[in-house]
């Protein structure tokens, strides 16, 4: 893209996100590909005092990926002279594989949204790569280590802290990131290019536009209730009972920039094939990337009248993804797992279909 015509773009959407925080106009900052495809997601209202800064518009500092600070960073190569795929092939139920990772840390760090800006963001619960801050790059998270069980996925993943009252509550044990295919065509799926990052949902989301996100799932749910928007005011107070959200992203990109300054507008989700059931990547955001499913379980339960993200209400939940993962170990699972339609753990291995073997060994290494 031209140098003029990026900065036009930054500019629009500084102008939009500046008239939205003071209140002057309806601009939607979440994204909201509202076409038919695969499941909803969503939304959030003004929120608390520590909610200020997620308010605020997003930084366009300057950063080692980034030198010129315009938001932009180009993927190196690009993806060019893709089509979309209408291919129809063999249904398979299955084309997965999960990334499971634990709790590393919080701060209020964003190196997505505020590169090189420690302590400007609300709090986030990061997972996966153990040196995620206000300072990551493509290089340093390389250079990390993970709490994942892949060690070749050292990607950071971070959604804001939840708390209950004065307490923070902290996601315990390895949770459950899917890597799917959101496509029909399950065999066109490819790996995520390195360094690529996005923001899912976002903290000015109103409750309505959370509840009508492409990325929503069920909600908040506990117990026996599903598909609250905000937390519900109490859960069973028993041990089996935790509070839990899904949220997937958009899986389709433009195959040109590795983020924009709105953190979303290089990825898309998926479109509905026109006169079919088919889902597809639109045209302006053609390469099938996996989709990824944050599915978060947080161990509090009983009143849950106090509670609250750093971002503000339940319908303020986003989250980030900035990949770095080893290229050839992602590589595998996503063509064992998902072009070739299984239902894979983490090892890549489908229990149904033993005879297919696994992608990684028992360490969940390249054999």
Known sequence: MPRRSKLLSGTLIASAVLLTTLGLGGVATGFDARSAGPSSGAPL?????????AAMPASTASSPEDPDGDGYIVANPQVTNVSPSTQDPPHRYFHEFQAN???THTA?????VYPQQPGKSHDHTFMGNTSTNANSTTASLDAGSTTCKAP??????WMPSLFNGAQKILPVGLQTIYYKAAVTDYTSVRPFPKGLRFVVGSPMQTADEFRNHRGFVEGWECGDSYFNVNFPASCPNRADVQLNIRFQAPSCWDGKYLDTPDHKSHMSYPVVKPGTNDN???ADHPVALPMIEFK???PVNGDLSQARL???PGYSFHYDFF???DDATLKALVNHCVVGGLQCDARGYDQTHPEAGAALDANYRLP
């Open 101 to 103: 990772c634990s709790v």
């Open 280 to 282: 597809m990547c639109p």
């Open 45 to 53: 209202t003004p929120a608390h005092a520590d909610h200020a800064m």
């Open 323 to 325: 990949n770095a993962w």
């Open 296 to 298: 978060m379980a947080f």
């Open 152 to 157: 070749g996925d050292k990607s950071g993943y």
């Open 310 to 312: 750093a971002s503000g």
């Open 108 to 112: 209020p760090d964003d190196p997505i």
